[in-house]
Protein backbone atom coordinates (compact mmCIF):
# COMPACT_ATOMS: atom_id res chain seq x y z
CA UNK A 1 0.00 0.00 0.00
CA UNK A 2 1.12 3.24 -1.37
CA UNK A 3 0.09 6.05 1.24
CA UNK A 4 -0.33 9.34 -1.11
CA UNK A 5 -0.70 12.85 0.60
CA UNK A 6 -4.25 12.28 -0.30
CA UNK A 7 -4.45 9.13 1.99
CA UNK A 8 -2.22 10.80 4.48
CA UNK A 9 -4.77 14.15 5.08
CA UNK A 10 -7.92 12.05 4.98
CA UNK A 11 -6.31 9.69 7.71
CA UNK A 12 -5.19 13.00 9.93
CA UNK A 13 -9.05 14.11 9.23
CA UNK A 14 -10.18 11.11 10.43
CA UNK A 15 -7.89 11.28 13.70
CA UNK A 16 -8.39 14.72 14.38
CA UNK A 17 -12.57 14.44 13.81
CA UNK A 18 -12.77 11.39 16.32
CA UNK A 19 -10.54 13.59 18.93
CA UNK A 20 -12.95 16.83 18.21
CA UNK A 21 -16.66 14.97 18.30
CA UNK A 22 -16.28 13.05 21.99
CA UNK A 23 -15.47 16.17 23.41
CA UNK A 24 -18.18 18.72 21.74
CA UNK A 25 -20.66 15.72 22.60
CA UNK A 26 -19.85 15.99 26.16
CA UNK A 27 -19.12 19.93 26.31
CA UNK A 28 -22.61 20.57 24.67
CA UNK A 29 -24.44 17.68 27.41
CA UNK A 30 -23.03 18.69 30.51
CA UNK A 31 -23.01 22.60 30.40
CA UNK A 32 -21.14 22.90 33.59
CA UNK A 33 -17.62 22.03 32.08
CA UNK A 34 -15.84 25.55 31.59
CA UNK A 35 -14.25 26.38 28.09
CA UNK A 36 -15.02 22.64 26.64
CA UNK A 37 -17.47 23.57 24.08
CA UNK A 38 -14.91 26.34 22.72
CA UNK A 39 -11.92 23.64 22.93
CA UNK A 40 -14.25 21.42 20.98
CA UNK A 41 -14.86 23.94 18.36
CA UNK A 42 -11.22 24.32 18.00
CA UNK A 43 -10.72 20.96 17.30
CA UNK A 44 -13.70 21.22 14.95
CA UNK A 45 -11.87 23.94 13.09
CA UNK A 46 -8.33 22.27 13.14
CA UNK A 47 -10.07 18.69 11.51
CA UNK A 48 -11.59 21.13 8.87
CA UNK A 49 -7.53 22.61 8.07
CA UNK A 50 -6.69 19.09 6.65
CA UNK A 51 -9.03 19.11 3.24
CA UNK A 52 -8.30 23.05 3.34
CA UNK A 53 -4.33 22.06 2.59
CA UNK A 54 -5.88 19.15 0.23
CA UNK A 55 -6.64 21.71 -1.69
CA UNK A 56 -3.51 22.59 -3.57
CA UNK A 57 -3.83 19.18 -5.06
CA UNK A 58 -6.71 20.68 -7.01
CA UNK A 59 -4.46 23.97 -8.13
CA UNK A 60 -6.35 25.62 -6.29
CA UNK A 61 -3.91 27.04 -4.54
CA UNK A 62 -4.38 30.71 -3.13
CA UNK A 63 -8.14 29.44 -1.62
CA UNK A 64 -6.16 26.62 0.60
CA UNK A 65 -2.94 28.78 1.77
CA UNK A 66 -5.85 31.37 2.72
CA UNK A 67 -7.88 28.27 4.11
CA UNK A 68 -5.19 26.47 6.18
CA UNK A 69 -4.01 29.53 7.50
CA UNK A 70 -7.05 31.07 8.83
CA UNK A 71 -8.25 27.66 10.45
CA UNK A 72 -5.07 26.82 12.17
CA UNK A 73 -4.88 30.16 13.41
CA UNK A 74 -8.38 29.95 14.61
CA UNK A 75 -7.68 26.82 16.22
CA UNK A 76 -4.90 28.28 18.52
CA UNK A 77 -7.70 31.74 19.19
CA UNK A 78 -10.54 29.30 20.44
CA UNK A 79 -8.03 26.90 22.65
CA UNK A 80 -6.47 30.26 24.37
CA UNK A 81 -10.18 31.17 24.79
CA UNK A 82 -11.04 27.76 26.27
CA UNK A 83 -8.37 28.15 28.82
CA UNK A 84 -9.47 31.73 29.67
CA UNK A 85 -12.63 30.43 29.98
CA UNK A 86 -11.66 27.63 32.59
CA UNK A 87 -9.51 30.03 34.29
CA UNK A 88 -12.11 32.43 35.15
CA UNK A 89 -12.71 33.94 38.73
CA UNK A 90 -8.98 31.99 38.99
CA UNK A 91 -6.38 34.18 37.24
CA UNK A 92 -6.11 37.39 35.29
CA UNK A 93 -7.14 36.16 31.47
CA UNK A 94 -5.87 37.48 28.55
CA UNK A 95 -8.18 40.08 26.74
CA UNK A 96 -9.63 38.43 23.91
CA UNK A 97 -9.30 41.28 21.67
CA UNK A 98 -4.75 40.75 22.46
CA UNK A 99 -5.90 37.13 21.01
CA UNK A 100 -7.58 37.69 18.10
CA UNK A 101 -5.20 40.19 16.90
CA UNK A 102 -2.41 37.79 15.99
CA UNK A 103 -4.74 35.88 13.62
CA UNK A 104 -5.51 39.08 11.91
CA UNK A 105 -2.09 40.29 11.32
CA UNK A 106 -1.64 36.88 10.09
CA UNK A 107 -4.21 36.77 7.64
CA UNK A 108 -2.67 40.49 6.46
CA UNK A 109 0.46 39.40 6.11
CA UNK A 110 -0.84 35.96 4.00
CA UNK A 111 -2.74 38.33 1.79
CA UNK A 112 0.15 40.49 1.73
CA UNK A 113 2.76 37.81 0.61
CA UNK A 114 0.85 35.36 -1.39
CA UNK A 115 2.83 35.23 -4.10
CA UNK A 116 6.01 35.48 -1.97
CA UNK A 117 6.42 31.61 -0.42
CA UNK A 118 9.88 32.35 1.89
CA UNK A 119 8.97 35.69 3.48
CA UNK A 120 5.05 34.65 4.44
CA UNK A 121 6.08 31.12 5.38
CA UNK A 122 8.53 32.57 8.13
CA UNK A 123 6.32 35.20 8.92
CA UNK A 124 3.71 33.38 9.79
CA UNK A 125 5.26 31.14 11.71
CA UNK A 126 7.06 33.97 13.41
CA UNK A 127 3.10 35.22 14.47
CA UNK A 128 1.74 31.53 15.15
CA UNK A 129 4.61 30.97 17.63
CA UNK A 130 3.37 34.56 19.25
CA UNK A 131 -0.11 32.72 19.55
CA UNK A 132 0.91 29.86 20.91
CA UNK A 133 3.22 31.66 23.46
CA UNK A 134 0.16 33.24 24.24
CA UNK A 135 -1.68 29.76 24.55
CA UNK A 136 1.17 28.77 27.01
CA UNK A 137 0.89 32.34 28.98
CA UNK A 138 -2.55 31.14 29.27
CA UNK A 139 -2.18 27.38 30.15
CA UNK A 140 1.00 28.38 33.00
CA UNK A 141 -2.03 30.59 34.67
CA UNK A 142 -0.14 34.05 35.60
CA UNK A 143 -1.29 34.95 38.87
CA UNK A 144 -2.74 31.41 39.63
CA UNK A 145 -2.95 30.34 43.40
CA UNK A 146 -4.24 26.83 42.19
CA UNK A 147 -1.41 25.05 40.06
CA UNK A 148 -1.46 21.52 41.59
CA UNK A 149 -3.95 20.32 38.57
CA UNK A 150 -2.09 17.30 36.25
CA UNK A 151 -4.00 17.99 33.72
CA UNK A 152 -2.84 21.85 34.06
CA UNK A 153 1.13 20.55 33.85
CA UNK A 154 -0.07 18.24 30.70
CA UNK A 155 -1.33 21.22 28.74
CA UNK A 156 1.78 23.45 29.81
CA UNK A 157 3.78 20.71 28.49
CA UNK A 158 1.85 20.47 25.11
CA UNK A 159 2.13 24.53 24.62
CA UNK A 160 5.77 24.74 25.49
CA UNK A 161 6.33 21.83 22.64
CA UNK A 162 4.03 24.13 20.50
CA UNK A 163 5.96 26.87 21.16
CA UNK A 164 8.68 25.55 20.44
CA UNK A 165 8.14 23.20 17.43
CA UNK A 166 7.25 26.98 15.94
CA UNK A 167 10.04 28.73 16.99
CA UNK A 168 12.46 25.60 15.43
CA UNK A 169 10.71 26.14 12.41
CA UNK A 170 10.86 29.57 12.15
CA UNK A 171 14.65 29.43 12.76
CA UNK A 172 14.97 26.58 10.17
CA UNK A 173 13.05 28.55 7.61
CA UNK A 174 15.48 31.38 7.82
CA UNK A 175 18.60 29.08 7.78
CA UNK A 176 18.01 26.27 5.66
CA UNK A 177 15.95 27.61 3.08
CA UNK A 178 16.86 27.53 -0.21
CA UNK A 179 15.99 31.03 -1.03
CA UNK A 180 16.28 30.32 -5.09
CA UNK A 181 13.88 27.25 -5.00
CA UNK A 182 9.82 28.00 -5.58
CA UNK A 183 8.78 26.70 -2.70
CA UNK A 184 10.86 26.97 0.24
CA UNK A 185 9.67 25.02 3.04
CA UNK A 186 12.20 22.21 3.59
CA UNK A 187 10.42 18.61 3.56
CA UNK A 188 12.38 17.83 7.29
CA UNK A 189 10.39 21.37 8.61
CA UNK A 190 7.29 20.58 7.21
CA UNK A 191 7.28 16.47 8.00
CA UNK A 192 8.54 17.84 11.57
CA UNK A 193 5.54 20.56 12.14
CA UNK A 194 3.20 18.48 10.74
CA UNK A 195 3.96 15.35 13.76
CA UNK A 196 4.58 17.94 16.20
CA UNK A 197 1.19 19.95 15.87
CA UNK A 198 -0.79 16.65 15.54
CA UNK A 199 1.10 15.34 18.74
CA UNK A 200 0.75 18.76 20.47
CA UNK A 201 -2.99 18.55 20.29
CA UNK A 202 -3.31 15.41 21.55
CA UNK A 203 -1.60 16.09 24.16
CA UNK A 204 -2.90 19.42 25.00
CA UNK A 205 -6.51 18.04 24.78
CA UNK A 206 -5.88 15.37 27.10
CA UNK A 207 -4.33 17.81 29.26
CA UNK A 208 -7.50 20.13 29.05
CA UNK A 209 -10.22 17.05 29.45
CA UNK A 210 -7.95 16.38 32.45
CA UNK A 211 -8.17 19.85 33.54
CA UNK A 212 -11.93 19.57 33.56
CA UNK A 213 -12.20 16.31 35.05
CA UNK A 214 -9.80 17.10 38.51
CA UNK A 215 -11.63 20.47 38.80
CA UNK A 216 -15.46 18.53 38.61
CA UNK A 217 -13.35 16.05 41.44
CA UNK A 218 -12.41 19.05 43.08
CA UNK A 219 -15.78 20.50 43.13
CA UNK A 220 -17.39 17.17 44.15
CA UNK A 221 -15.08 17.00 47.35
CA UNK A 222 -15.67 20.33 48.61
CA UNK A 223 -19.34 20.53 48.32
CA UNK A 224 -19.45 16.92 50.45
CA UNK A 225 -16.94 18.50 52.99
CA UNK A 226 -17.97 22.34 53.30
CA UNK A 227 -21.50 23.62 54.48
CA UNK A 228 -22.76 25.53 51.75
CA UNK A 229 -24.18 28.69 53.41
CA UNK A 230 -21.34 29.30 55.73
CA UNK A 231 -18.50 27.66 53.53
CA UNK A 232 -17.39 26.05 57.06
CA UNK A 233 -16.66 22.45 56.91
CA UNK A 234 -19.78 20.23 57.74
CA UNK A 235 -19.89 17.69 60.36
CA UNK A 236 -18.97 14.56 58.72
CA UNK A 237 -15.88 16.37 57.30
CA UNK A 238 -15.12 17.51 60.92
CA UNK A 239 -15.07 13.73 62.14
CA UNK A 240 -12.93 13.16 59.49
CA UNK A 241 -10.42 15.38 60.65
CA UNK A 242 -10.64 14.77 64.33
CA UNK A 243 -8.98 11.52 64.79
CA UNK A 244 -5.71 12.87 63.08
CA UNK A 245 -5.44 16.01 65.26
CA UNK A 246 -6.28 13.69 68.10
CA UNK A 247 -3.64 11.55 67.26
CA UNK A 248 -1.16 14.90 66.57
CA UNK A 249 -1.92 16.49 69.59
CA UNK A 250 -0.94 12.93 71.67
CA UNK A 251 2.18 12.40 70.29
CA UNK A 252 3.37 16.02 70.79
CA UNK A 253 2.07 16.14 74.26
CA UNK A 254 -0.28 19.36 73.40
CA UNK A 255 -3.93 20.49 74.65
CA UNK A 256 -5.96 20.24 72.23
CA UNK A 257 -9.30 23.13 72.81
CA UNK A 258 -12.42 22.37 71.57
CA UNK A 259 -15.37 25.70 71.63
CA UNK A 260 -18.50 24.52 70.70
CA UNK A 261 -20.47 28.01 69.79
CA UNK A 262 -23.91 28.85 69.49
CA UNK A 263 -25.79 31.83 68.74
CA UNK A 264 -28.00 32.89 71.17
CA UNK A 265 -31.55 33.18 70.61
CA UNK A 266 -31.57 32.32 66.97
CA UNK A 267 -34.94 31.73 66.53
CA UNK A 268 -36.10 35.16 67.54
CA UNK A 269 -33.64 35.98 64.50
CA UNK A 270 -35.41 34.07 61.83
CA UNK A 271 -39.21 35.24 63.26
CA UNK A 272 -38.44 38.81 63.41
CA UNK A 273 -35.98 39.31 59.91
CA UNK A 274 -37.20 36.20 58.32
CA UNK A 275 -35.27 33.05 57.02
CA UNK A 276 -33.10 34.65 54.18
CA UNK A 277 -31.92 37.49 56.63
CA UNK A 278 -31.17 34.29 59.49
CA UNK A 279 -29.15 32.87 56.71
CA UNK A 280 -27.14 36.00 55.94
CA UNK A 281 -26.58 36.62 59.96
CA UNK A 282 -25.04 33.14 59.92
CA UNK A 283 -23.17 33.96 57.14
CA UNK A 284 -21.27 37.00 59.04
CA UNK A 285 -21.25 34.92 62.18
CA UNK A 286 -19.05 32.32 60.31
CA UNK A 287 -16.73 34.48 58.95
CA UNK A 288 -16.28 36.51 62.10
CA UNK A 289 -15.54 33.15 63.68
CA UNK A 290 -13.25 32.18 61.19
CA UNK A 291 -11.03 35.71 60.87
CA UNK A 292 -10.72 35.23 64.56
CA UNK A 293 -8.94 31.69 64.28
CA UNK A 294 -5.36 30.36 63.33
CA UNK A 295 -5.02 28.33 60.06
CA UNK A 296 -4.14 25.26 61.52
CA UNK A 297 -7.30 25.69 63.56
CA UNK A 298 -10.53 23.89 62.30
CA UNK A 299 -14.16 25.37 62.22
CA UNK A 300 -17.11 23.40 61.41
CA UNK A 301 -20.85 24.01 61.39
CA UNK A 302 -21.87 21.79 63.74
CA UNK A 303 -25.63 21.79 63.67
CA UNK A 304 -28.41 24.70 62.88
CA UNK A 305 -26.51 27.55 64.56
CA UNK A 306 -23.64 26.35 66.12
CA UNK A 307 -20.02 25.88 65.55
CA UNK A 308 -17.29 23.64 66.68
CA UNK A 309 -14.25 25.31 66.87
CA UNK A 310 -11.23 23.01 67.75
CA UNK A 311 -7.97 24.18 68.19
CA UNK A 312 -4.20 22.26 67.77
CA UNK A 313 -1.85 23.53 70.57
CA UNK A 314 -4.12 25.29 73.20
CA UNK A 315 -4.53 25.33 76.43
CA UNK A 316 -7.77 26.23 78.52
CA UNK A 317 -5.83 29.46 79.22
CA UNK A 318 -5.57 30.27 75.66
CA UNK A 319 -8.80 28.99 74.44
CA UNK A 320 -10.99 30.74 76.88
CA UNK A 321 -9.19 34.18 75.77
CA UNK A 322 -9.49 33.29 72.54
CA UNK A 323 -13.35 32.64 72.71
CA UNK A 324 -13.72 35.47 74.92
CA UNK A 325 -12.34 37.22 71.77
CA UNK A 326 -14.66 35.79 69.39
CA UNK A 327 -17.65 36.54 71.44
CA UNK A 328 -16.85 40.42 71.28
CA UNK A 329 -16.67 40.03 67.68
CA UNK A 330 -20.12 38.66 67.16
CA UNK A 331 -21.29 41.23 69.90
CA UNK A 332 -20.15 44.03 67.75
CA UNK A 333 -20.87 45.35 66.04
CA UNK A 334 -24.30 44.46 65.15
CA UNK A 335 -24.81 42.35 61.71
CA UNK A 336 -25.67 44.88 58.90
CA UNK A 337 -28.85 43.46 57.12
CA UNK A 338 -29.95 45.13 53.87
CA UNK A 339 -32.61 46.88 55.86
CA UNK A 340 -31.70 46.40 59.52
CA UNK A 341 -29.12 46.16 62.38
CA UNK A 342 -28.69 42.93 64.28
CA UNK A 343 -28.21 42.87 67.08
CA UNK A 344 -26.27 39.15 67.88
CA UNK A 345 -24.54 37.39 70.76
CA UNK A 346 -22.78 34.18 70.97
CA UNK A 347 -22.58 31.35 73.96
CA UNK A 348 -19.31 29.34 74.06
CA UNK A 349 -18.26 26.26 76.26
CA UNK A 350 -14.63 25.58 76.02
CA UNK A 351 -12.44 22.02 76.94
CA UNK A 352 -9.15 21.85 76.32
CA UNK A 353 -7.00 18.72 77.24
CA UNK A 354 -4.70 16.05 75.91
CA UNK A 355 -6.63 13.75 74.77
CA UNK A 356 -5.91 9.70 76.05
CA UNK A 357 -5.78 7.03 73.56
CA UNK A 358 -9.13 5.92 74.62
CA UNK A 359 -11.38 5.20 71.71
CA UNK A 360 -13.94 7.86 72.62
CA UNK A 361 -11.45 10.62 74.21
CA UNK A 362 -12.42 13.21 71.82
CA UNK A 363 -15.61 12.64 71.82
CA UNK A 364 -15.57 13.08 75.83
CA UNK A 365 -13.36 16.32 75.32
CA UNK A 366 -16.82 17.50 72.35
CA UNK A 367 -19.34 16.58 75.47
CA UNK A 368 -17.61 18.61 77.94
CA UNK A 369 -17.50 21.63 75.84
CA UNK A 370 -21.49 20.83 74.86
CA UNK A 371 -21.80 20.80 78.72
CA UNK A 372 -19.80 24.47 79.41
CA UNK A 373 -22.24 25.54 76.37
CA UNK A 374 -25.22 24.74 78.47
CA UNK A 375 -23.89 26.23 81.59
CA UNK A 376 -23.08 29.02 79.68
CA UNK A 377 -26.86 29.03 78.06
CA UNK A 378 -27.94 28.59 81.62
CA UNK A 379 -26.24 31.29 83.07
CA UNK A 380 -27.82 34.19 80.70
CA UNK A 381 -25.83 33.79 77.65
CA UNK A 382 -23.66 36.41 76.06
CA UNK A 383 -21.00 34.82 77.86
CA UNK A 384 -18.01 31.75 78.34
CA UNK A 385 -17.96 29.13 80.23
CA UNK A 386 -15.35 26.55 80.73
CA UNK A 387 -15.20 22.12 81.81
N1 LIG B 1 -32.14 30.94 58.77
C1 LIG B 1 -31.73 29.75 59.20
N2 LIG B 1 -32.15 29.30 60.38
C2 LIG B 1 -31.72 28.11 60.82
C3 LIG B 1 -30.83 27.32 60.05
N3 LIG B 1 -30.58 26.19 60.75
C4 LIG B 1 -31.28 26.27 61.90
N4 LIG B 1 -31.97 27.43 61.97
C5 LIG B 1 -32.85 27.94 63.01
O1 LIG B 1 -32.14 28.12 64.21
C6 LIG B 1 -33.10 28.16 65.26
C7 LIG B 1 -32.55 27.48 66.48
O2 LIG B 1 -33.45 27.68 67.50
P1 LIG B 1 -33.27 27.10 68.95
O3 LIG B 1 -32.64 25.73 68.87
O4 LIG B 1 -34.58 27.23 69.66
O5 LIG B 1 -32.20 28.01 69.60
P2 LIG B 1 -32.12 29.57 69.81
O6 LIG B 1 -33.36 30.28 69.38
O7 LIG B 1 -30.85 30.05 69.20
O8 LIG B 1 -32.03 29.68 71.38
P3 LIG B 1 -30.76 29.40 72.31
O9 LIG B 1 -29.81 28.56 71.53
O10 LIG B 1 -31.33 28.66 73.47
O11 LIG B 1 -30.22 30.73 72.66
C8 LIG B 1 -34.36 27.49 64.72
O12 LIG B 1 -35.35 28.49 64.55
C9 LIG B 1 -33.94 26.95 63.36
O13 LIG B 1 -34.99 27.00 62.41
C10 LIG B 1 -30.43 27.82 58.77
O14 LIG B 1 -29.67 27.21 58.02
N5 LIG B 1 -30.88 29.04 58.40
Keep these: MTLDLATLLAATMAAATAQALPIVFVALRARLHRGLALWGLGLVVNALSYPAFGLRAFGWTEVSILATNLLSGLTLVLHTLAIASFQRHRAQPVRSALVWLPLAVNMVVVLLFMRDDHWRNILVASIQSVMAGMLLYQAWGPALVERRLTGRRVLIAGCAG ?44 MGFVLMQMEFALEQQHALATHDSLTGLYNRSALQDLLPALGARARRQGEPLAFLMLDIDHFKRVNDTYGHLAGDAV ?88 DEALYAAKNAGRNRVEWR
Design 162 to 205: LVLTLVVRTAYMVWASDWDAVYNVPGQVQGLTYFAVMAVLLVNS
Design 282 to 369: LREVALRIRQRLRQADVVARYGGEEFLAVLPATDQAGALRLAEHVRKAIESPPVRLANAMVPITLSVGVHAGIPDDSPRALDAQIGLS
